[in-house]
């Protein structure tokens, strides 16, 4: 019965993980990408992979390499470009 209010928070910590995450991927992808990257640009070539799980795992290949952002930005970023710029 101790475990009972571990468990009941454990729902609470992931959404409010799930925002901050949501907020500092903005903010990285204006530090990290933003000086060459608009958001226009990017819906545009969003277009072109219009599956979200495509899209998703072809990014997470592409910014290995390209002006790769510190393995722990990455998800962030990620999930900035696919709820921001190409919600269809
Ligand atoms: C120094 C400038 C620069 C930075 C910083 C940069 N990019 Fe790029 N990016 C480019 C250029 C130039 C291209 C087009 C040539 C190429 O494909 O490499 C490109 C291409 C892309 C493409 C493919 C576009 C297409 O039409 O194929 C995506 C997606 C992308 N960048 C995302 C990002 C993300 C996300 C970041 C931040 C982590 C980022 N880029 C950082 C310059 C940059």
Redo the contacts with the bound molecule.
């Keep these: 019965m101790a475990l009972r209010p571990i468990l009941l928070s454990i729902p609470l910590l992931l959404a409010a993980s799930l925002t901050a995450a949501s907020q500092d991927g903005e903010m990285l992808?204006a530090q990290?990408?933003g000086?060459?990257?608009g958001a226009r640009?990017?819906s545009?070539?969003g277009r072109?992979l219009p599956n979200p799980e495509q899209r998703g795992l072809w990014?997470e290949g592409?910014?290995a390499t390209?002006?790769?952002?510190p393995e722990n930005e990455r998800a962030p970023?990620?999930e900035h470009?696919q709820s921001r710029y190409m919600r269809r």
Excluded at 66 to 69: G, L, R, V
């Design positions: 992808f990290r990408c000086d060459c990257h640009a990017i545009a070539w072109k990014l592409f910014l390209h002006h790769p952002p970023i990620i470009i």
